[in-house]
């Protein structure tokens, strides 16, 4: 027996296949089990399972449906109404009835035929389920924000390396040829020395009330303990599960800064040549927040003054020039002559009226398989989430501690506050350490 190499179940599969067939008769098989006729060999396909069912888990699930070399064999969500929504479509895009169904996604992970997971569940899930998943040795695309706390940044980023993880995070934006094409022009000078990098994010709120408790449903109907998960323990209130967590502290990364910045901070990051690193400084005026690079960029964070050229905007400006653009695929720039720079990928580029309103995750899911397939790093992978994610949180804690906060990238640190420094990680629910 060979010691110390890890054979994958595709690898398997393959190998098998071949010896057995230079040794057996000749077979006559459907021309699909080669790959013939437009299909994918199955030894070839990336066999996945969702884990969270809601809207943006649907939202995905049928583009991944669309993906020849992908084939979903497991649905999870606590609440039946969505494990069954979702079983309907895998079974039907697929003209089978063979989806698994199940409550807990322990029950997933532990299937040796499953090599990837859609991780969709609400945000306090994330990370958890993220890092449970490397360990049964399943590939990661995790909906964003994907980690609840500074400390949890660093252990999801740590847990994938460990593992060998691909990990994706659903922060598509940075896969979409406008955003892509506006970031270029920061990162090539076309703008000049970069001055200031400004990020579209919601109102900022937090809570920290409960909603009334509601008599607790049937386990199968809605696992309302398995729902909180890591999260402290509250009374069951259906509207919870309707998407109403939103905000309230035990269940969202920060004053609900991340469902925008993730994606704008992101790309400011990138812009900036920032991966891999954050501000040092973070302030906040009203619903504005402002941090700092070392390198002296600015990072603005702000819900309105944009364009109107669609959510999720950023702007770059630079000595030179600038350039804003958002959902709606439209790209501002100043001077003019910058106009000539601007070369769209039509493969991405194209949307309703031309946009592509940022809800086209096409290219972005394509780069995650490619990557299960080839072992390279996505565009949006775990240490690059993490840098992101990590300057999303310091500055929300800017915000809610009503200060200005100095921050060191190295050590994920607030320099002379400790209060800000145990903000950095939270206590979670047993039986979900990490």
Known sequence: MMSGIKVSRRQFLQSSFGTAAAVASPLVLPSGIFGKDGQTAPSSRITLAIIGAGGRGMHDLRRMLRQPDVQFLAVCDVIKERRIRAKNWIEKNYAVQNCGMYRDFRDVLDRKDIDTVLIATGDHW????????????????SEKP????????????ATMKRYGTVFQAGTQRRSLSNF?????????????KLKEVH?????????????????????EEIDWDMWLGPSPWRPYNSAYCRGQWRGHYDFDSGAKHHDWGAHTVDLCQWANNADGSAPVKYRAEGHNLFAVYANGVKLVMRPGGWMGLGNCAVRFEGENGWVETGDSGRIAVSPDSLRRELVLDPAIYGGKDGGTHGEDPFPHIRNFFDCVKTREQ???????????????????LSWMLKRELKFDPK????????????????????????
């Open 146 to 157: 994907c980690a609840m706390t500074i400390d949890l940044c660093r252990t999801l980023a």
């Open 180 to 192: 892509k094409c506006a970031v270029d022009l920061a990162r090539n000078g076309k703008l000049g």
């Open 199 to 219: 990020a579209a994010i919601y109102y900022l709120s937090v809570r920290r009330d409960w909603l009334p408790a509601e008599p607790l449903p049937d386990r």
């Open 411 to 434: 050590t994920d640190s607030f320099t002379g506050d400790e209060q800000a420094n145990r903000l950095r990680t939270r206590a979670w629910r047993e039986p979900w350490s990490v």
């Open 378 to 396: 996505p565009v949006c992978n775990a240490d690059v989430t993490a840098s992101t994610h990590i300057a999303c949180h310091a500055s929300a």
């Open 126 to 141: 994330h990370a958890h389920a993220s890092i449970y998943a490397a360990q049964a040795g399943k590939d990661v695309y």
